[in-house]
């Protein structure tokens, strides 16, 4: 049984598994039973997930949830983000799935701001779990992994009678386990591209025809500036609904009245900006726009603001100083502290928005610090994306605002293939397969010239990979790279090390785990 994985795992490592671990190692079972290439996201077995919401008694209460839906290929989950820090500004009680997770899958599930709680997790869990696993069989087996966490969000939510729920679409739109919502408040669908073109479709028309599965019939719809393929499948789709499909615009930098966004870049204008209007559409068709949510022309009401300026969200344009080594150098006005800047940009579009703000935010901190020798580090995973479109996207963005790296680590991400729960990294292995890291490194020392010079020294205890080039070296582990990293700083106090860790949002959670560890 799934429930005995935690068990003989913390069996071996000689202590009882906890309650959490246990509900971690079912989770891990679904991840076995179905993944992506079984078609769980192609439309495979759709309806089975209404058999499940049968089984858990979510018909009516799903039915009453006030929901936000949005779709998109970037942009998604900061418009999530921006909405519902808007409306619990407003004094409303707020749910929001998102996925994925960067380090405990009960980031997923935030109320009022916060990740559920342990024991609310384990409650609504296995209140779940044991409905599912008694009435499920051959011909209704337990869901899929994702589907999973979507009707736990649905249970929480209900449960925890939240006055709005924001819903952050997983993959596609037209077959994801989040549009079992038949009447949403309004439906959102952020800036669209290529991405999962193996299951959404070769073209952007295809792409955007999935997306624009979430429309329904009635219900208000709000995009942001589309490419024009892109835009004229939405507008079909919106035609054959018999719903308008308006444009909402960028938000402007004067209508936050000198405060900035809380999720930075320069492409959050516009996510910001279709948050806006999913907000007001809410609150107009749930009867909340009180006098003072009415805007006074063109500004924005204060709780608004508030809400874009208090917004947050782990791995976009996130940047943490690196508690160690800062917290063992010396009190000296010459002392620069090691810098991670953190973005899970993972396509050609994405790469070049956290180019524009790496380029934009490091300037800054440069500014506030005083002049000195910038040492700029990208730790790339393109998980199995093209790097001859991603990489170029970043160099060329960088090197345009002029901005030039002095040297990329390539690592595999720890946790690129365990999404359950808390990531908990593997031993380093002299095993560990880095040949997908060297392609990658071969690629960016060709947008040098390609020019290989003699390989550099390593200390022993670093060993990256032994094929180093001057420019780019391999390590086949993350706390290695980070170790490396940390032992430069310190030995070069008066350089500063400004660390841009890109290309997967496995990476940048990992990462995160190992600097909070």
Not at 99 to 122: A, N, Q, Y
Not at 210 to 229: R, S, W
Request: charge should be negative.
């Amino acid at each position: 049984m799934a429930e005995d994985a935690g068990a003989r795992a913390a069996e071996e490592r000689g202590r009882q598994a906890s309650p959490y671990e246990e509900a971690l190692a079912c989770l891990s079972s679904l991840i076995t039973r179905r993944t992506r290439a079984d078609g769980a996201n192609k439309g495979d077995h759709f309806d089975l997930l209404f058999d499940y919401i049968k089984i858990l008694e979510l018909e009516g209460p799903i039915s009453q949830l006030r929901v936000i839906h949005v779709a998109g290929t970037k942009g998604k989950g900061s418009t999530c983000t921006f909405s519902e820090s808007i409306l619990r500004c407003c004094g409303f009680r707020t749910g929001l799935f998102t996925s994925p997770h960067l380090i405990d899958v009960r980031e997923r599930f935030r109320l009022d701001g916060c990740d559920i709680s342990e024991e609310k997790f384990l409650e609504y869990f296995w209140w779940c779990w044991r409905r599912l696993q008694e009435k499920t069989n051959e011909d209704v087996p337990m869901p899929s992994y994702f589907r999973f966490l979507a009707l736990l969000a649905f249970k929480i939510f209900a449960a925890e009678k939240v006055d709005v729920a924001i819903l952050e679409v997983g993959l596609g739109g037209k077959f994801d386990a989040t549009n079992v919502v038949q009447a949403p408040v309004v439906c959102g669908i952020s800036s669209l591209g290529y991405d999962h073109m193996e299951i959404l479709g070769n073209t952007l028309r295809e792409i955007a025809g999935e997306k624009a599965g979430i429309l329904k019939h009635g219900v208000p719809a709000f995009t942001v500036p589309q490419p024009e393929e892109a835009m004229a499948a939405l507008k079909e789709k919106a035609s054959q609904l018999g719903i308008p499909l308006e444009v909402a615009p960028p938000l402007d930098t004067w209508s936050l009245k000198g405060q900035k966004l809380g999720l930075q870049g320069e492409h959050q204008y516009a996510n910001a900006g279709l948050a806006v209007v999913l907000c007001r559409t809410w609150l107009q068709r749930t009867g909340n726009m009180g006098e003072a949510l009415l805007p006074c022309g063109a500004d924005l009401p204060e709780q608004f603001i508030r809400g874009l300026a208090t917004s947050q969200m782990q791995g976009r344009a996130q940047v943490v100083v690196d508690p160690v080594v800062s917290h063992q150098g010396p009190r000296n006005s010459g002392f620069r502290p090691l810098v991670f800047y953190l973005d899970g940009a993972h396509s050609p579009e994405s790469m070049e928005m956290c180019a524009k703000w790496f380029s934009s935010i490091i300037k800054e901190d440069s500014q506030e610090e005083g002049p000195g020798e910038g040492r700029l580090d990208d730790n790339a995973n393109a998980q199995q994306r093209d790097p001859r479109l991603l990489l170029p996207r970043l160099l060329n963005t960088c090197s345009n605002h002029g901005v030039h790296f002095h040297k990329a680590i390539f690592v595999p991400s720890q946790s690129a293939f365990n999404q359950v729960g808390s990531h908990s990294p593997p031993a380093d292995s002299p095993q560990v397969d880095l040949s997908w890291q060297r392609t990658l490194q071969r690629a960016w020392e060709s947008l040098h010239g390609g020019d290989r010079d003699s390989v550099n020294e390593a200390k022993e205890d670093a060993r990256p990979d032994a094929a180093e080039y001057t420019r780019s070296c391999v390590f086949p582990s993350l706390p290695l790279a980070i170790k490396w990293l940390r032992d430069g700083s310190q030995q070069n106090q008066i350089v500063r090390f400004q660390v841009l860790v890109t290309g997967s949002l496995h990476l940048v959670g990992d990462v995160l785990r190992l600097l909070k560890r």
